[in-house]
């Protein structure tokens, strides 16, 4: 089973809606667990609009952990949605992780930040992958993302486009790609083909994930 661990180095990057989006494109393949990570404000059961099973009162000062029966369901993938920053909250959303992929926004705070980020996820030795968000909107500064990132040996996943159906899919809460076709669900389309592949590699250099 692999951990793939979805975080931002800032708020508001779309670190949400590219998670619904992947976890729905996981899961017409793998067998999945989704948890959502951002204990400051869980939200993506607004994108994913899920049926409620269970409803328990929250109290805080315990350990929040992934329920172990959800894990013996034979799951390939478990998915977190981590929350932003670089704090503890990201560092125990991290822990355990094969992978990290990085959501950036093409601004000036948006690369310091992702800086800041995967120095944390570095140090804890989980490696790391980076997407751009609304790339399209900044090309400059997507391009100073994709150079520090091929400056530092990490693999860029994707330049996902700015589009507006992405709020009306949000608002059906439904993820981007199982809403509609066109050039941002091409886009994840494609980051999740990269991120399956680094994910699932074996000896023989092929995606287990592609073969089911």
């Not at 993938?77 to 990201?90: R, S, T, Y």
Request: hydrophobic fraction near 45%; glycine fraction near 10%; charge should be negative.
């Amino acid at each position: 089973m692999k951990q793939l661990v979805i975080l931002s180095g800032k708020g508001g990057t779309g670190k949400t809606t590219v998670a619904a989006a992947l976890a729905h494109l996981a899961s017409q393949e793998l067998l999945i667990v989704l948890a959502d990570a951002d204990v400051d404000a869980a939200n993506l059961e607004l994108v994913l609009d899920p049926t409620k099973r269970e409803k328990h009162d929250f109290t805080g000062g315990k350990l929040a952990m992934v329920d172990p029966v959800a894990l013996d369901t034979g799951a390939e993938l478990v998915l977190v949605d981590g929350p932003p920053g670089i704090g503890c909250p990201v560092i125990s959303a991290s822990a355990g992780a094969d992978l990290a992929l990085h959501v950036a926004e093409p601004t000036i705070s948006g690369a310091h930040d992702l800086e800041c980020i995967m120095g944390t996820t570095d140090h804890f030795g989980v490696p790391s992958l980076v997407a751009v968000n609304k790339a399209d909107l900044n090309p400059a500064r997507s391009d100073e993302i994709a150079a520090f990132c091929a400056e530092r040996g990490v693999e860029l996943v994707g330049r996902i486009p700015y589009d507006a159906v992405v709020t009306e899919a949000m608002v059906h809460g439904r993820p981007v790609t199982d809403y509609t076709d066109g050039s941002v669900t091409e886009a994840l389309k494609e980051m999740w083909i990269r991120i399956r592949e680094r994910l699932f590699l074996d000896g023989k250099g092929s995606a287990v994930g592609a073969q089911r």
